[in-house]
């Protein structure tokens, strides 16, 4: 609890109050005022406490209080400070005092104090009440404090200035019983011969006493029919005991009886000896024939409540005492009254969780926002588990302000109906769960059959697409092959005219370059599947990719009558970062498709920049178009607009499916940007534009100016059909040329030849000893011949591994004579250099 501030002028206050020591001569009046406050607030704690430096302590010693506390733990303390009335009705639910040590221990529950003055106005201590458990002081109890504070305050300033004469004495007394006079409760103050001091205006009303004089008159002459047993009682108040009786029960001398609520508390003089009693009764008669009526209608209610299992009971607010019948008893597995029972006890017996919820539905009914109340709760039965109640309960009777004074109710055994009810809600919330769950796995159902439907119609379809595949690419290789079978035939005849070999010739290789065309998508469709394509990033210019790409088409385009167009925006870079092989791949395909579905009009290429990295190139025609069912598809493999198109311009239905993969390879895209039918369509082709590297690339000499005559070459193939063309066409250009029919031939041939070569044809797959280990071999033994390796492999990847294996250059299979021709005179014109050198 943190401590109370001092005052602001603590030094003057504790001088002050120190002064107020020896002030014996007004112990009886504050003993009788203290008498006075445990008689009318019915407590046992009332003290006028001195607050000192350290300590607090009583004004006089008193045997039922202690002696001294620390100042720290004073409730006193903050009285003085604030020089205000200090009413606490609860000390454990309030922040300034709830860790206290006396509230901790119980010992305090509730406070009221009324700061006491010095002569000098300097706050001294404090008239204070204080008692376990919650209590709040009703108003006419914080008025009789306050005066009887005022009262010790006098008392104190009399004592002080030395002027306790006898007048003002006497003028003390009557102040005082003019308090008791007008106190609103039954008071009455004897001396030791109980003899009338002062009595309250409510004693000789309750008692009937009119208004003659009472003052100096004997108790017993005034009430001759008082028992021996009460005599008793009042000796034992005169010898210094404080005595209660909650209920007691008093016969007139005319037979009538009343019924008593009463406290004796004994009231010392300056002497510190018994001056008297102070008397407090209230005539509880009213309240208990109320109480003994409710109970006869609470029997027959019982007996009612007994068929229906419910208890009744009734709880007086005013009084503070709580009435349950019988039944309410045995409904909780209890002996009819077998302990106390309070409306603290009551909300204890209730479930925790319950609690609160409780206590607001009562609290409602009290303070008048409901006139009734209905809740369900749990409360604790005698074998300490819960049981389910209804409890009903509605304001009997309200005080002036509206606030419920009584309220009665009834609880109602709803225990195995609430079960059947958790039980019936908790097998709904299972049903629900379960009915959640097959909803959940109907739906799974429902995705997988879908699912499983859709997969069936893809590869219905895939099967569909391939199958037109196979019979495409059958189309696609049986045609050309034909030709190329065809006119072999021609030219072996004999009879054939030189027109008409050049013809067979030209033929022949065309539709070859047709079927390794074809290769070439497939295998890159496969690659680009298995994700081991690779993509270059080289030096190159997007303008000459355009027009070596028309200039391929150019032919078909011609023949058709079909107009080329080209745009370049001002912005293109001259050179930029890329793939160009890949990227004239698809500007090929692109016009292709676009010349090849054009019977008349144009076909045009128009290429920008899109922000700073993109390559833009749109290629539009004028031809058949598409419909949007048709353009949805085309991007798929193996598949064309209609089965009618492959009929009428042939084609497998993989180049726009290659053309696509390879855009993205790139860093782009391939869309279609427009299309209608028989309006044409532009193709919108984004590839990603890369920093141009600065990287070594192979140099070779320019040609020499013979060709390659004259040349010693090393042909290493084990092919013999390859071995044979390949050493005809270079002995026909003038060439030396060894053959060597493995890797581990041609080391051989190196090792003993008198003579060195002036370039290696290296064929890379070979039995035994491969072109690859073979170019290690030649190259480790110091060997610096040029080698061009040959393979059919024609990836990025394959290139890197022939260059890494020592190679200077790569060509792909089939290679023409002139390209055979040009690279041997390159490289072996190199050798002659160094030769020379």
Known sequence: MPPAPHPHNERERLASAKALAGLTCVRETVDMVLGLVRAQLGVERAFVNIVNESTQHPLFADPTGPESSCRVDAF?????????????????????????????????????????????????????????????????????????????????????????????????????????????????????????????????????????????????????????????????????????????????????????????????????????????????????????????????????????????????????????????????????????????????????????????????????????????????????????????????????QGRAVRVIGVNIDIHERRLLKIRNEQYTRELLQAKKLLETRAEALARATAEAREARIKAEKADAAKSDFLANVSHEIRTPMNAIVGYIDVLRSPETDPTLREEAAETIRRNADHLLALIDDVLDLSRLDAEHLMVETVACCPEEIVRDALRTVGPAAEKKGVRLETRFEPSLPAVTGGDPVRLRQILVNLLSNAVKFTDQGSVSVFAATQGTDTLTIEVTDTGIGMTEEQAGRVFEPFTQADASTTRRHGGTGLGLTLSRRLARALGGDLVIARTTPGGGTTMRLTVEMRDVPVTPTLQPSTPHRNGVKGMRVLLVEDGPDNRRLLTYFLRQAGADVTEAVDGRDALSIVSTAEQAFDVILMDMQMPELDGYQATRTLRASGLSTPIIALTAHASVQDRAKCLEAGCDDYATKPIGREALIDLCGRWGSRSENIRAA
């Open 76 to 400: 006193c303390a903050y009285a003085i400070h604030d020089r205000t009335p200090l009413i606490v009705p609860d000390a454990a639910a309030d922040p300034r005092f709830h860790d206290n040590g006396f509230v901790r221990s119980g010992f305090i529950g509730f406070y009221y104090g009324f700061p006491v003055y010095t002569p000098e106005g300097y706050p001294a201590g404090a008239l204070c009440v204080h008692g376990p458990g919650r209590r709040e002081p009703k108003p006419s109890e914080l008025d009789l404090l306050g005066r009887l504070a005022d009262l010790v305050t006098e008392s104190l300033r009399l004592a002080r200035n030395g002027r306790d004469t006898e007048r003002e004495q006497r003028t003390l007394q009557s102040r005082l019983e003019l308090l008791i006079k007008h106190a609103p409760a039954a008071i009455a103050m004897l001396d030791t011969e109980m003899r009338y001091i002062a009595a309250s205006d409510r004693w000789r009303r309750d008692y009937r006493l009119g208004d003659g004089t009472l003052i100096g008159r004997s108790h017993y002459e005034v009430f001759p029919e008082i028992p021996d047993s009460w005599k008793e009682l009042h000796r034992r108040c005169l010898r210094g005991e404080s005595l209660r009786c909650e209920h007691d029960r008093f016969e007139r001398a005319d037979g009538t009886v009343d019924h008593l609520r009463w406290e004796l508390v004994p009231w010392f003089d300056a002497d510190g000896r018994v001056g008297g009693i102070v008397m407090c009764t209230e005539v509880i008669t009213e309240m208990v024939r109320r109480h003994e009526a409710l109970q006869e209608t609470a029997q027959r209610l019982d007996l009612a409540l007994q068929s229906v299992g419910g208890g009744l009971w009734d709880w007086d607010i005013e009084c503070g005492t709580v009435w349950v019948a019988d039944e309410w008893w045995r409904l909780l597995g209890y002996q009819p009254g077998q302990f106390e029972m309070t409306p603290e006890r009551g909300f204890e017996m209730v479930h925790d969780d319950d609690r609160d919820h409780l206590r607001a539905q009562i609290e409602s009914v009290i303070a008048g926002s409901a006139d009734r109340f209905c809740v369900e709760y749990r409360k604790r039965c005698a074998d300490g588990e819960f049981r389910w109640l209804r409890g009903y309960g509605r304001a009997a009777k309200r005080d002036e």
